[in-house]
């Protein structure tokens, strides 16, 4: 009978139940810590701004003897160098270059920290499918294709990211990476590229501002190899 009223019985317990609740408590703590952050910032993407600067580890993309092409601009000359594995792409926007139709366009649409985009032409060009793939990543300086809301339905218009913009998804759980085909990086004139960014811009006829103050224009497209 004394044993069942020994307090030290008691308080061994006490302790060791105490324990366990308080570890409980702190995994429990230190799980919403570390997935607070990355659910936030994903439910907090409803726009165009860049959420992330970090890209997904995946299969490199291929520019082995891509076709270069050059864009001299009025701030001065850009050259891209066009991936091999998005050869619906590549070969539509080549087709426009050697037509020559996106001489004297500008890039029309300019937001600092995200993208300048140009390629508005008066020739019609039908659509073409959209190549996303595992290794669709737009990051700083890559040049990727211009299109609605709609899967399959970029044309002529082309965006140069002039930050990583891999990390965006959107409210409705889709993805930048996912939308966007990129066909190239710009591996000369990134400093005019950033000089197009920064230009002076106004609201435009759509309510955003992003149209440049004083036009830049794309002078030529070519071919250089």
Same mark, same amino acid.
């Given at each position: 009978?004394?044993?069942?009223?020994?307090?030290?019985?008691?308080?061994?317990?006490?302790?060791?139940?105490?324990?366990?609740?308080?570890?409980?408590?702190?995994?429990?703590?230190?799980?919403?810590?570390?997935?607070?952050? /990355?659910?936030?910032?994903?439910?907090? $993407?409803?726009?165009?701004?860049?959420?992330?600067?970090?890209?997904?580890?995946?299969?490199?993309?291929?520019?082995?003897?891509?076709?270069?092409?050059?864009?001299?601009?009025?701030?001065?000359?850009?050259?891209?160098?066009?991936?091999?594995?998005?050869?619906?792409?590549?070969?539509?926007?080549?087709?426009?270059?050697?037509?020559?139709? %996106?001489? /004297?366009?500008?890039?029309?649409?300019?937001?600092?920290?995200?993208?300048?985009?140009? /390629?508005?032409?008066?020739?019609?060009?039908?659509?073409?499918?959209?190549?996303?793939?595992?290794?669709?990543?737009?990051?700083? %300086?890559?040049?990727?294709?211009?299109?609605?809301? $709609?899967?399959?339905?970029?044309?002529?218009?082309?965006?140069?990211?002039?930050?990583?913009?891999?990390?965006?998804?959107?409210?409705?759980? $889709?993805?930048?990476?996912?939308?966007?085909?990129?066909? /190239?990086?710009?591996?000369?004139?990134?400093?005019?590229?950033?000089?197009?960014?920064?230009?002076?811009?106004?609201?435009?006829?759509?309510?955003?501002? $992003?149209?440049?103050?004083?036009?830049?224009?794309?002078?030529?497209?070519?071919?250089?190899?």
């Amino acid at each position: 009978m004394a044993n069942k009223k020994t307090p030290k019985k008691k308080s061994n317990r006490q302790p060791l139940i105490i324990g366990i609740v308080v570890l409980i408590i702190i995994v429990i703590a230190a799980y919403a810590v570390i997935r607070s952050p /990355g659910s936030q910032t994903a439910n907090q $993407s409803t726009n165009l701004t860049p959420t992330s600067t970090t890209s997904p580890t995946t299969t490199a993309a291929s520019y082995t003897n891509g076709t270069k092409v050059l864009f001299q601009t009025s701030m001065g000359n850009i050259t891209i160098q066009l991936r091999t594995d998005k050869p619906i792409t590549t070969a539509n926007f080549l087709n426009i270059v050697q037509k020559g139709w %996106y001489d /004297g366009t500008t890039f029309h649409r300019i937001i600092a920290g995200f993208m300048i985009q140009g /390629g508005a032409i008066n020739q019609t060009v039908q659509p073409i499918k959209d190549e996303i793939g595992t290794n669709n990543h737009n990051t700083k %300086y890559t040049i990727a294709m211009a299109k609605t809301s $709609s899967p399959n339905s970029a044309t002529s218009e082309f965006f140069i990211n002039v930050a990583d913009n891999s990390g965006i998804t959107y409210q409705d759980g $889709s993805t930048f990476d996912g939308t966007y085909t990129v066909f /190239g990086t710009v591996i000369s004139g990134q400093n005019v590229v950033d000089a197009i960014a920064n230009v002076p811009v106004t609201t435009n006829s759509m309510g955003e501002n $992003s149209q440049p103050i004083q036009p830049v224009t794309l002078i030529k497209a070519s071919i250089t190899s």
